[in-house]
Structure formats: structure tokens, C-alpha cells
């Protein structure tokens, strides 16, 4: 049973265009959330997060918005870049195992030029 | 900033042998490590969470025989994927979280990943 879900396996954006890339979860355990970038053959590297206390977070061109009633966060990317074409892997971590992180299926950003 | 080491990058080995993959923090302690497994086309699987000085805990339905793990020190993690077939054939990825940092708003590290290939 997967516990974080993200329903669009790929998405394509114009290049300037805002991204918006969804995430669900199902476990309301969950307290701290996570968005990850990921290159082929490469490890994730970090984007931002947001804790369940707060309902936006902010960096640069991403902002974070977590809706905790629906079990809801999406990611917005503004403006979109070439360099931001990825996968990108919503993750939560769970307050009883905070180290512990859980990935969803991921979604395939393309940003075209 | 911090940074976790996995090596090797790429092993290809014959089937029945076994393959040993270590994940180093460089530059901060880590009293936990996680193993991931990635599929292709798919999403990174917890297979396990590596204790130092302890057992590691094993996700449901990872066989913690094949997929061995020792947390000898602080700063260094090994997964041995014993017996090796071609269903082991994967991307294996490590993550660790700098114990120093008590406060929750910061991230898991994650090492480069490991392709192995069973032949």
C-alpha cells in the first residue's frame, strides 16, 4: 500500500511557465515533508520542505503548499528552467521515525525551451 | 556541506556471489543510516534502516539474510547483497542525516547510488 502517491508520472511545462507537480499521502502520521530532485544514476538531492505546522514554505523558485485536511502538498516551480527537466520525488517522514523517509512513485518533469 | 560517499558507483557480478556496497558520511557522525533500492521506472524503496552498534531493521518483506548490513561506525555503513541473482539487480542508494543536527527541519543526505548488475 503506498503511502505517498504522486498520480502523474510525467509532466512537460514551456520553458518560463509555472510547474506544478502534486503529492498525496494516506499515513497522518506523517509530519514533515519533503521534495527531492533526482537525476538517472545519480542519488536525490534535497529541494525543500515543510513541516505539518506550516501550510506554505518558500525558496527562491519553489514554494511548497501543504494542505494537511485533504493530505495534500504540490510543488510550484516558477519560473520553470530547462535545468529543473527531472524527477522529482515527493517524500514524508513519519514523527515517530523523523529520520525515516518515505518516497512517492515520482514525477518526470520536462521543461522545454 | 554534508556529504555521504557510496561506493562503488557500478558492480557488475556473477550470479551466486555476493556484492559489498558501503555508504561513508564525510564530514558529520551518523548514529542511522537508510538502504534504498530503486527499480527502474520506479520509486526508491526503504529496504532497511542501519543501527550503529545495533541490528538494522528490515522493511517488510526484505530478506535480511540476503541483504546484509553492518553499521560498525559512525561514519560508515555497509549493505552485502550475499548470494547474488539477477532479480538483485538494482539501484541501491544510501542516505544518512547528520546526528548533530537535533533540530527536524534538515534533510537526509543521500549517496550517489550503486548500480549493480547480476550476470
Known amino acids: 500500500d503506498q503511502q505517498v502517491k504522486q498520480n502523474s508520472p510525467s509532466l512537460s511545462v514551456q520553458e518560463g511557465r509555472i510547474s506544478i507537480l502534486n503529492c498525496d499521502y494516506t499515513?497522518?502520521?506523517?509530519?514533515?515533508f519533503l521534495w527531492y530532485k533526482k537525476y538517472p544514476a545519480e542519488g536525490p538531492t534535497f529541494l525543500i520542505s515543510?513541516?505539518?505546522?506550516?501550510d506554505k514554505n518558500e525558496d527562491g523558485r519553489f514554494t511548497v503548499f501543504l494542505n494537511k485536511s485533504a493530505k495534500h502538498l504540490s510543488l510550484h516551480i516558477v519560473p520553470s528552467q530547462p535545468g529543473d527537466s527531472a524527477v522529482y520525488f515527493c517524500?514524508?517522514?513519519?514523527?515517530?521515525?523523523?529520520?525515516?523517509?518515505?518516497f512517492g512513485p515520482g514525477t518526470s518533469l520536462s521543461v522545454i525551451p | 556541506g554534508a556529504v555521504v560517499s557510496q561506493h562503488p558507483s557500478r558492480v557488475i557480478c556473477k550470479s551466486g556471489t555476493s556484492v559489498k556496497i558501503e555508504c561513508r558520511s564525510l564530514d558529520f557522525q551518523a548514529t542511522t543510516m537508510f538502504w534504498y533500492r530503486q527499480f527502474p521506472k520506479q520509486s526508491l524503496m526503504l529496504m532497511a534502516t542501519s543501527n550503529e552498534g545495533s541490528k538494522a531493521t528490515y522493511e517488510q518483506g526484505v530478506e535480511k539474510d540476503k541483504f546484509l548490513i553492518n553499521h560498525a561506525s559512525l561514519t560508515l555503513s555497509t549493505l552485502t547483497v550475499t548470494s547474488a541473482h539477477p532479480e538483485d539487480s538494482s539501484f541501491y542508494i544510501c542516505?544518512?542525516?547528520?546526528?548533530?543536527?537535533?533540530?527536524?527541519?534538515?534533510?537526509?543526505?543521500f549517496g550517489q547510488g550503486t548500480r549493480l548488475t547480476v550476470v
Open positions: 517524500a514524508a517522514s513519519p514523527l515517530t521515525s523523523y529520520d525515516k523517509v518515505i
Open positions: 542516505s544518512a542525516r547528520d546526528g548533530r543536527q537535533s533540530n527536524r527541519g534538515t534533510e537526509a543526505f
Open positions: 499515513n497522518s502520521m506523517f509530519d514533515y
Open positions: 515543510i513541516s505539518s505546522i506550516k
